[in-house]
């Protein structure tokens, strides 16, 4: 069970959505100190890729590793090639096949499209799949702090329209 946290930032989710995946596997209390110091650290770490400080802060504070699966296609050398300690990245079409797969041994954070959710404007935006019933997803946003179902239709949009609208990399992140 994810704790229930609503991101305090407008660009703190995928710093939520990771304190929470850590939270799994060793005990956090996620707070916005707590949320605030991931981002902090990211934006020091590096200025080239959003998420590598965010993994870096989670492997060092908490002793975790990371696995990064990164979309095939253009940007994927590139993000790639970005070393992050205590983690390890992989090249694969992010695809639902492949969320099926790895949400039947751990919820995973999911790089989307927040329009497909929304409806109201195009950004990037992390969320937690934690698992999938009756053929809805069941995922946690931390812009609501709230969980919600999902058919395969929106969620397939949303990696899609990350990919196509936004031109960034669609990503999965495991923490072990």
């Not at 990064?68 to 253009?74: F, L, N, P, S």
């Not at 090639?81 to 995973?108: A, C, F, H, Q, Y």
């Not at 196509?164 to 992140?173: D, G, H, K, N």
Request: hydrophobic content about 45%.
């Amino acid at each position: 069970m994810l704790q229930k946290y609503r991101q305090t930032t407008y660009e703190t989710c995928l710093a939520v959505s990771l304190l929470q995946a850590v939270g799994r596997v060793k005990p956090v209390k996620i707070t916005r100190k707590l949320e605030l110091a991931c981002i902090l650290h990211s934006m020091m770490f590096s200025r080239a890729d959003f998420a590598a400080g965010h993994l870096d802060f989670v492997a060092r504070r908490f002793g975790v590793r990371v696995l990064r699966i990164v979309d095939r296609g253009k940007g994927a050398d590139y993000v790639k090639g970005i070393k992050v300690p205590n983690s390890r990245t992989e090249v694969k079409r992010i695809t639902l096949g492949l969320v099926d797969r790895l949400i039947k041994e751990s919820p995973i954070i999911l790089y989307m499209d927040s329009y497909a959710l929304f409806g109201y404007v195009h950004l990037p935006h992390f969320v937690t799949v934690v698992g999938k019933k009756s053929g809805k997803y069941r995922v946690f946003d931390p812009w609501s702090g709230r969980y919600m179902l999902l058919d395969r239709e929106t969620l397939s949009r949303a990696v899609s329209l990350l990919r196509s609208r936004i031109r960034l990399v669609p990503q999965v992140l495991v923490v072990e």
